[in-house]
């Protein structure tokens, strides 16, 4: 069997170190010694495009985002739901993920950042959106650990307010934000329904096959009938609300 070996490191903006490593045919990406991505376990990362892109299907011009390349599992899953014609627009904080996926990462999923309908863009993800001026049909974020960012103290401020509410300012009518997390968390459900989101959540395996290890996806968007079915409980407004007006909770039927 051969070793694992590190065979790339970068720093993060906090001035953390960001490490690949390689085991055989697989890969792994670390952040200060704690292993943040394996190519291994990266059935959720396929299911945030499926759940993501699902009211896409048969769209012949759609424009997504995808915040977070990642080893490009969730660009590739999209890539394949959505037309010819599409385009998809990938920010990613570090310029060396980046690098990494071209040259050591691609060989993993047939090398989406080589297809036409891809524009990567590096920086802040929240900057990145906020100077959009298409607007999005999805966006699919996959930054740090989800809501409990642990790469980047700059991550927490996309999944607050002022984050959500940049999201939904460039969401076209009937747009969804689809949002990948380690954890569950009723903080960040309440926030997307604050800004008036309809918000429903799947709890799907962290790999193909696994009964124990689970990641959670949270699907939002000011229409519900575009949510796609299956999760847990929808939660909803009662209506489009103002910040500060009061939330209602109703279970799905």
Not at 54 to 59: D, K, Q, T, W
Not at 144 to 158: E, F, I, Q, V, Y
Not at 201 to 227: C, H, M
Request: net charge positive.
């Amino acid at each position: 069997m051969k070793p694992r070996i590190k065979i790339a490191t970068a720093r993060t903006p906090d001035g953390g170190e960001i490490e690949l490593y390689q085991h055989d045919s697989d890969f792994s990406i670390n952040i200060n010694g704690q292993e943040l991505m394996n190519s291994l376990h990266h059935e959720s990362e396929l299911e945030l495009a499926r759940l993501g892109c699902a009211h896409l299907l048969g769209c012949k011009s759609a424009s997504i985002l995808i915040g977070g390349l990642g080893m490009g599992y969730t660009l590739r899953q999209a890539l394949d739901m959505l037309n010819p014609c599409a385009q998809v627009v990938v920010g990613e904080l570090l310029g060396p993920v980046v690098e990494w996926n071209r040259e050591f990462l691609g060989q993993l999923n047939g090398h989406p950042l080589e297809d036409d309908r891809v524009d990567v863009q590096t920086g802040d993800i929240v900057a990145l959106i906020s100077r959009s001026k298409s607007k999005f049909d999805a966006i699919l974020l996959d930054i740090d650990n989800g809501p409990a960012a642990m790469t980047d103290s700059g991550n927490r401020r996309l999944y607050g307010q002022e984050g959500i509410q940049a999201c939904q300012r460039v969401l076209r009518k009937q747009g969804c934000l689809a949002v990948w997390s380690a954890e569950p968390s009723k903080k960040f459900e309440k926030l997307l329904m604050s800004c008036g989101f309809q918000v429903t959540r799947f709890r799907v395996p962290a790999y193909k096959g696994s009964k124990t290890q689970s990641r959670f996806i949270f699907v939002a968007s000011e229409d519900k009938n575009v949510l796609p079915p299956g999760g847990g409980e929808l939660r909803q407004s009662s209506k489009k609300v103002a910040k500060g007006s009061r939330i209602k909770f109703r279970k799905r039927r």
